[in-house]
């Protein structure tokens, strides 16, 4: 099972517990897990948590234009307002490309809500993409296309 050989560290009263994936872990899996805890911060209306995970080095606009870190929080920030209420949100992955250090990440997503102030309905779907750069054992969102968000201005 394993092609490497470790030592026998052995404490008394201690197990040891050996993750296949630390050993031979999978890019695609790991990409497209930090994709999706994004999504899932950004439905769950937590910016914060969206900024810890991009890249802050390497942002981009959905048109691939270059943003600042002030600018990404910005938008999303924009559109978490633009929502009073996230009512659903379904996140199913589709496709994982990597490339090197670069990912790619689709998602077939559906959303709908509330809008702020008038609290009208609110629908998108389609294709989700995020696009996302492997930073040591972290991979970070670099760039979104995201239905019924146009990003920034």
Not at 67 to 79: G, I, P
Request: hydrophobic fraction near 40%; charge should be negative; proline fraction near 1%.
């Amino acid at each position: 099972l394993f092609a490497m050989e470790i030592d026998d560290v052995h404490l008394e009263g201690m197990t040891h517990n050996f993750v296949y994936s630390d050993f031979h872990p999978d890019e695609g899996a790991c990409a497209s897990m930090f994709a999706g805890r994004f999504l899932h911060a950004l439905f769950g209306r937590d910016v914060d948590s969206c900024m810890r995970r991009i890249d802050g080095g390497a942002l981009c606009s959905a048109s691939g234009r270059a943003v600042t870190r002030d600018e990404f929080r910005q938008a999303l920030e924009r559109f978490v307002s633009s929502v009073a209420v996230f009512t659903s949100s379904d996140v199913t992955e589709r496709e994982c490309t990597i490339t090197g250090r670069q990912a790619t990440v689709k998602f077939a997503l559906s959303w709908s809500g509330l809008e702020a102030g008038t609290l009208g309905q609110l629908h998108a779907s389609g294709i989700a993409t995020l696009h996302l750069r492997r930073d040591g054992l972290a991979w970070n969102v670099t760039r979104i296309e995201c239905p019924g968000w146009n990003g920034f201005r």
